[in-house]
Structures are given as structure tokens and as C-alpha cells.
């Protein structure tokens, strides 16, 4: 695409994810695990229009409590804006506007996502034509999530999740979400992992031999066969989220009931992601959690990674 010195916005989309597997290994000096992970891009999406200021400023839109998302460096697309203009060396701002789908603090990578469409749109705004390799790198930088949200699709992370490798999905999975108003904090949940093990608790005594993706995981998704995606799907941060907030253990119980294949907190939580076989068993599982009062919402995966829409 050629594109215009200063467009007078450019707006970019990027998803939230869901972790099929997740498989955390032990914690390094830095203070980040190591992990085996199978990330998949769904359809709930981050909107950020990026439009040309002096200086650095965010508002924020969209289906979320707005006084949940900090304004200042400690928004991940903020810190995204100002390191693209540091590595470049632009000496100009932006003004995002950040149209938020995915839950604050969910566990499906919301914030990940605006950093990553921050990137994208800042670097078309700017006119700073970055390789994908070099927005990789700085998206690295950012967070261990961000990558996958600039990559999308289906993919294995290992390493801090940053290191990801394309793997094949055939087809489209179908999955309910239930969100909660209220989040959780991913390194509260990391750290009462490392506790429950150290009590001898969440497998203390088999953390992950080889930190590896299972092939079955691998197999059902090159199959596009979401009853034996079902069977192997996991998350070793459930464990630690359930003890947070162990509602989330009734409400995989009332998804299971509704007839979901299966039911697996989404990363760090507090978001549950429901398996289902079909798009029409899907609307039934989300109409059923809504009668007994859940916020659900029926997705699909894979999709795309941050990608821009206009500019
Ligand atoms: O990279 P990100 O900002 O998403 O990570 C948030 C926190 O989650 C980290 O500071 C760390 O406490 C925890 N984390 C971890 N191991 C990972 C990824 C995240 O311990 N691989």
C-alpha cells in the first residue's frame, strides 16, 4: 500500500486472543516464566485511530468503564507511541483514540492489543516505515503479548510468549466468552502460581519436563476439529485464577452444562472462553449463560493480526 506522507488519521484494528494451551515453566531473574503457549486471534477487536499532534494524548471509547484505562505511561499504547518515536527518532506526537471491545485486565490481551495498533498506526502516521521485523522487536519490548497481537492468527509462543511461531489451524472455531466487570492483575496471578507450587499445589510436583507444546493440541487444530481441541485444551494459570476468583468455577460449570465442548479460563482470567462445535451450538451456550445472568459473547478464531483499515 502506498500511503501519503501525513495522513490525517489512520486508524488500525487489532484482536484480543485466547490461550489454548498454556503450559508456565519456572521464573527467571527478570521475573518473567518461561512458557509454552498456543495463542489464537478472536473476534473482538481494539479500534485505535492515531491522528497528528504535538504532543502525546489518549482518549478512550467504547464498551468498557473508561476510568479503567489509565491515560499516562502506564497505557501500554502510550509507551507503544513514545518508544516507535524514541527508535525512530520523531520528534512530532499523536493523538490516540482507543475504541475498546476487549475486557480491561480480562486475560485476553486487550491492552497488548491497543500497543500493538499503536505501533502500526503511529508508524503509518509518521511516515516511519518500519520493517515488520523491526515493529516485532519493539512490540517485544512492550510486553510479553504484544507480538502475538501484531501477528494474529493461530501461533505458538515460547520464550515470555514473545517468540512465536505460525502454527496451522484449519478452518473456524467457535467460542463463548464470559467477561467480568472486574479484572485481574496478571502478575498477581503469576505470583500465587509460583505459590501454590512452592505449597506443593497446581502440579508443583510436575511442572512442564520440557516446556513443549502437546502435539495433540497442535494435531486438532491442523485438523480443524474442535472436539479434539477440546480434549487437550489447558491452562496452567487457572489453578491461581480460580483461587482469585473462584466464581469463575461455577460459571465453567454453568458453560459445561449449556453444552460447551469445554471451558478454560482465557490466560491470566478473569475472562472464560467456551469451546463450542458449531456457530448454532455457540448461540445456544451464550443465550443460556445470559439467562442465569452472564456477560457472554460468541466469537470466532483465527483471525487476523493488527492491520490497518483507513488512513
Ligand atoms: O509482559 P506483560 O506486561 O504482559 O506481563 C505482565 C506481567 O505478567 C509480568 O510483569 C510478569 O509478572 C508476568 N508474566 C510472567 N511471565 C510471562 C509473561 C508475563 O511472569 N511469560
Known amino acids: 500500500m502506498t500511503l501519503l506522507p501525513f495522513p490525517d488519521a489512520v486508524h488500525v484494528r487489532a484482536p484480543g486472543k485466547i490461550n489454548v494451551y498454556l503450559g508456565v515453566g519456572d521464573r527467571h531473574d527478570d521475573g518473567y516464566h518461561a512458557l509454552a ?14 491522528r497528528p499532534s504535538d504532543d502525546f494524548s489518549i482518549v478512550v471509547k467504547g464498551a468498557v468503564d473508561p476510568a479503567s484505562v489509565p491515560l499516562d505511561d502506564r497505557n501500554l499504547a502510550m509507551r507503544a507511541a513514545k518508544l516507535l518515536a524514541t527508535a525512530t527518532g520523531h520528534d ?11 475486557p480491561v485486565a480480562g486475560g485476553m490481551g486487550g491492552g497488548s492489543a491497543d500497543a500493538a495498533a499503536a505501533l502500526l498506526a503511529c508508524d503509518a502516521l509518521w511516515g ?17 503479548d504484544v507480538p502475538f497481537a501484531l501477528h494474529g492468527g493461530t501461533a505458538v509462543g515460547t520464550g515470555r510468549g514473545d517468540q512465536l511461531n505460525p502454527a496451522l489451524a484449519r478452518g ?39 516446556l513443549d507444546v502437546p502435539i495433540p493440541v497442535l494435531q486438532a487444530l491442523r485438523a480443524g476439529d474442535p472436539h479434539s481441541l477440546a480434549a487437550c485444551m489447558h491452562n496452567d494459570l487457572e489453578s491461581p485464577a480460580l483461587e482469585e476468583r473462584p466464581v469463575l468455577e461455577e460459571i465453567i460449570r454453568e458453560g459445561l452444562g449449556a453444552g460447551a465442548l469445554s471451558g478454560i479460563v482465557s490466560g491470566s482470567g478473569p475472562t472464560v472462553a467456551f469451546l463450542c462445535d458449531t456457530p448454532e451450538s455457540a448461540r445456544y451456550v451464550q443465550d443460556q449463560l445470559e439467562a442465569q445472568g452472564r456477560e457472554a459473547l460468541h466469537v470466532h478464531g483465527p483471525v487476523s493480526g493488527a492491520r490497518i483499515l483507513s488512513a
Open 37 to 50: 503457549t498456543v495463542f489464537q486471534a478472536v473476534s473482538l477487536y481494539e479500534d485505535v485511530i492515531a
Open 172 to 210: 473456524r472455531f467457535d467460542w463463548v466468552l464470559v467477561t467480568s466487570d472486574e479484572g485481574l492483575s496478571t502478575p498477581v496471578i503469576y505470583q500465587r502460581l509460583d505459590e501454590q507450587r512452592a505449597r506443593g499445589e497446581a502440579l508443583a510436583d510436575d511442572p512442564p519436563l520440557s
Open 128 to 144: 516511519t516505515g518500519l520493517s515488520s521485523a523491526r515493529l516485532h522487536e519493539l512490540a517485544t519490548r512492550l510486553g510479553a
Open 92 to 102: 512530532g506526537g499523536v493523538a490516540l483514540e482507543l475504541r475498546k471491545s476487549v
